[in-house]
């Protein structure tokens, strides 16, 4: 029984996005659909020292960028942009048990050289991927043959098809909208993630911040511990 999953790409996606990934035997990276801005795909929460939560944000071109697929959004002021997040990456978690550790990563995906907003969300995912030792395989949309005219349910149908899924795993947000019937027609299942996030100990949080980037539980618990608690927190079962 084959499941896929799907999403878009993120920029140093949060723990619930590496849970599904990690319960599909295949993810496929939604680089074709419209860029939404403001959204995770360039944006995300990071932890203070102060206890509170930031949003580290990207800028992007632009020109008509609202009616691109992400993967042509292009970055603007990278340099700056670059510079700025990794300053505060440094400030905000050097003190943290594991700094020495996942910094050098970070700053990895932080200096390679990306043109598009797709490039990096990449570059951060798969350094996320690596760090939490998921093995499940990646696919870009526009690599795969579907109906380009497809929209919504029937996209992610066609993609499904495509892939030879047997399940679809879905966000529990989809729930509303999803029209299970369809795809139980073709016969493929769907099955709705379930993700609770983890509590975990937070460096001199009184406290805890939950909803950030999966950057703070390798900071805080380092590479061995955030990925134990990971594969402990994925272990619960997936709702019907």
């Keep these: 029984m ?17 849970d599904k990934m990690a319960k599909a035997d295949e ?8 860029f939404e801005d403001g959204s995770p795909m360039s944006r995300n929460r990071f932890l203070q020292v102060d206890g509170e939560a930031k949003l580290l944000s990207l800028s992007v071109e632009k020109k008509g960028y609202l009616e691109k697929p992400t993967r042509d959004v292009r970055l603007s002021n990278w ?9 505060f990456i440094d400030c905000n978690y050097r003190k943290t048990p594991y700094f020495d550790e996942v910094m050098p990563l970070v700053a990895k995906v932080l200096e390679a050289d990306c043109d598009t907003l797709l490039d990096l969300d990449m570059a951060s ?5 690596s760090a939490y030792g998921i093995e499940t395989p990646l696919v870009l949309q526009s690599s795969l043959p579907y109906d380009i005219e497809a929209k919504n349910n029937d996209l992610v149908l066609g993609l499904c098809r495509v892939c030879g899924a047997d399940v679809y795993l879905s966000g529990r947000g989809a729930r509303a909208y999803m029209d299970d019937r369809s795809f139980a027609e073709k016969g493929i299942a769907v ?10 100990p937070q460096y001199r949080q009184s ?16 590479i061995d511990g955030a990925r134990r608690m990971f594969n402990e927190n994925m272990r619960k079962e997936m709702i019907p």
């Design 27 to 34: 993810f496929v990276v939604l680089d074709e659909v419209q």
């Design 207 to 222: 406290g805890f911040v939950p909803n950030l980037s999966a950057l703070d539980p390798l900071f805080q618990c380092g």
């Design 2 to 18: 084959k499941t896929v999953a799907m999403h878009q790409p993120h920029y140093f996606p949060w723990l619930g996005y590496l």
């Design 125 to 129: 995912i798969e350094m996320l991927r």
């Design 191 to 200: 099955r709705y993630q379930e993700f609770s996030y983890p509590e975990y």
């Design 79 to 87: 340099p700056k942009t670059r510079k700025k997040h990794r300053g």
